[in-house]
């Protein structure tokens, strides 16, 4: 009876399916740049950035990988007349590989640089797209850019 048992456990474990893996990394970094605005000012703007990496290897041998980063405490100053600004937003991209190599990536990125007291904020919006298959022929892309004051 114990081998039967000892048989049918070990026949179990090798039906089973392969479960998935995944692996999640978060980070904190710094954000330091300074750019100009709409009106011709420059605008430094630091702080802390929050990453999010994730990568997940599917039972079927794909791999999404995903990245979120959005700023925790960024704050920025116009050079010229001293408005302070506060970022917002998050800028997301997630990525997904098929095992036969096809392949989706979307690229979200909403970053805000709102200003104080009626000042022009700054906005930055994009979204991407691509839809590559195994063969490499691209069946589906996008790309829309704008940054607005």
Known sequence: MRRLLLILAVVGVLAAPISAQASTTIVRFPFDTTFPLCNGDTIHVSGPLLAVFSETSTRSGGEVLAYHFQPQGVTGVDLVTGTVFHATG??????????????????????????TGGAESYIVSELFH?????????????DNFASTC
Do not use: C, K, M, Y
Not at 90 to 106: A, C, H, K, Y
């Open 90 to 115: 998050l800028t997301r991209d997630l990525i997904v590989n098929s095992p036969p190599g096809g392949s989706n990536e979307t690229f979200v990125n909403r970053f805000h640089i709102q200003a």
């Open 130 to 142: 691509v839809t590559v298959t195994p063969d490499g022929t691209v069946t589906a892309f996008f």
